[in-house]
């Protein structure tokens, strides 16, 4: 298994310029996620999936657009880029199922991030 | 809403000590689950421990072991003979029974000394 996988590792943009970042994962999860990691904090959620079809936002959704058309995919699109998106962007997911007795243990694996710059 | 603090940007320890890495979160849920990731230079998140509210057991995973307080709401990750491949940022998060949100602290950077 690959676990997750992000696509690319770098990338510099222009003001005004748009782009998708791309995810995907091989452990048939049916919970993803992306975040985002401004130096020196920790990792805020954008937007998250919980099926294919199905998708809601985040902590920090504006600027951003996401689709998940199927079960391993869920890319994140920028519009139109501005200086405040530069970031780190991690890819995550998990299996999300809740026991007979209420409790969920889902674990989410992370992808390796894409380190987006806009100028 | 729910926040976690981690209050020590840096903590360094000499390569075979021990030292113990501080969280406190704020929630007034009784059911949650509170996990410490290791995120090397590589960027990798990693997850060290996990451990959910319910139990009373203190969660342990070989040399790394948390310190539960729930009364307190404090979550205290315990490193026992560092080794140098243990440097890396160390972040504590949050997550609510049933919810999909991460809920991460602002992280506190590891430095081993040989």
């Known amino acids: 298994n690959a676990g997750v996988t992000q696509t690319p590792k770098f990338r510099i943009l222009k003001i005004g310029q748009s782009m998708t970042l791309q995810c995907t994962q091989d452990m048939n999860h049916n919970y993803m996620y992306w975040y985002r990691q401004d130096p020196g904090m920790g990792l805020k959620l954008i937007y998250y999936s919980v099926g294919a079809g199905i998708t809601d936002k985040g902590e920090v959704p504006n600027g951003y657009n996401v689709s998940r058309s199927t079960t391993e995919d869920f890319p994140l699109r920028l519009e139109l880029a501005a200086p405040s998106q530069t970031s780190v962007y991690f890819c995550?997911?998990?299996?999300?199922?809740?026991?007979?007795?209420?409790?969920?243990?889902?674990?989410?694996?992370f992808g390796p991030g894409t380190r987006l710059t806009v100028l | 809403a729910q926040t976690v603090t981690q209050s020590q940007p840096e903590m360094s320890v000499q390569e075979a000590e021990t030292v113990t890495l501080s969280c406190t979160y704020d929630t007034s849920e009784s059911d949650y689950y509170l996990f410490w990731y290791k995120q090397p230079p590589s960027r990798q998140m990693i997850l060290v421990i996990r451990q959910e509210a319910y139990k009373q057991q203190n969660a342990t995973e070989n040399r790394f072991s948390v310190n539960f307080q729930k009364a307190a709401k404090s979550f205290s990750l315990k490193i026992s003979d560092s080794q140098l491949g243990d440097a890396a940022m160390y972040f504590c998060?949050?997550?609510?029974?049933?919810?999909?949100?991460?809920?991460f602290g602002q992280g506190t950077r590891l430095t081993i000394n040989p």
């Open positions: 998060a949050y997550r609510s029974q049933g919810a999909q949100k991460l809920v």
């Open positions: 995550a997911s998990s299996y999300f199922l809740i026991s007979s007795s209420g409790m969920d243990g889902n674990e989410q694996f």
